[in-house]
């Protein structure tokens, strides 16, 4: 059973530049959520997505946009890139069923570097 | 605000008992985690423990919860190198909302 894979596992940009990653969830899992982690930091929530809309939304500026598809897996944009935005970016894969717990699964990452 | 407030190191020899304390400010939180975070990796699910529970006991993993004071603790019993990690407590305020982070414990162990 694959767990939360994530694609790139890094890559390079330039500012004002744009990205899309990609993340798929855990078999059987149909809320994804993404999260950004600074260097040092503890994540941050950017955005959560369920039956293919954003439920919920961090403190997160517009720039940041994401999209999911029928099969839940799911992508974040980012637009106009900041040196600021260089992060790790972990998805996280859970059930919306509350009767399901509280398993909560996050993926390898993709590790974002802005020059 | 909600706010998770973690102490930033920890180092503990070899075969002894590691205790990481947590304390969290919103006491709606549901449910507590227990992340750990390796050098370049993602976070690994370690344990959680639902709000009406004061304790949860998994192999060498005890979780305690002391609601009224709003602490959160987990003891990892004989300590062993390979969890030298960065340890995360995060809480929930209910299912399908955000996960809110402390900053994360480093735990050094040596031999």
């Known amino acids: 059973d694959a767990g939360v894979t994530q694609s790139p596992t890094h890559l390079i940009k330039t500012r004002g530049q744009q990205v899309t990653l990609r993340c798929s969830p855990k078999s059987g899992h149909d809320t994804v959520s993404w999260y950004q982690q600074a260097l040092g930091q503890g994540p941050q929530f950017i955005f959560q997505?369920?039956?293919?809309?954003?439920?919920q939304r961090g403190n997160f500026p517009d720039r940041f946009s994401g999209h999911q598809f029928p099969n839940y897996s799911s992508e974040l944009n980012v637009n106009a890139l900041l040196l600021g935005d260089s992060a790790l970016y972990l998805c996280a894969s859970s059930l919306a069923n509350r009767g399901s717990g509280g398993e909560l699964f996050f993926g390898e990452g993709s590790r974002l570097t802005v020059l | 605000g909600e706010d998770v407030e973690q102490s930033l190191f920890l180092s503990v020899r070899e075969g002894d008992s590691s205790v990481i304390n947590c304390t969290y400010t919103?006491?709606?939180?549901?449910?507590l985690y227990w992340y750990k975070q390796e050098p370049g990796a993602g976070l690994q699910l370690l344990t959680y423990i639902f709000s009406n529970m004061d304790m949860k006991q998994d192999q060498r993993l005890t979780v305690l919860l002391n609601k009224k004071d709003k602490h959160l603790s987990l003891r990892i019993a004989d300590t062993q190198t390979g969890d030298s990690a960065i340890y995360f407590c995060?809480?929930?305020?209910?299912?399908?909302?955000?996960?809110?982070f402390g900053k994360g414990t480093t735990l050094s162990v040596s031999s």
């Open positions: 919103d006491s709606s939180s549901t449910y």
């Open positions: 997505y369920y039956e293919e809309e954003e439920r």
């Open positions: 995060a809480e929930i305020y209910q299912a399908g909302t955000a996960l809110i």
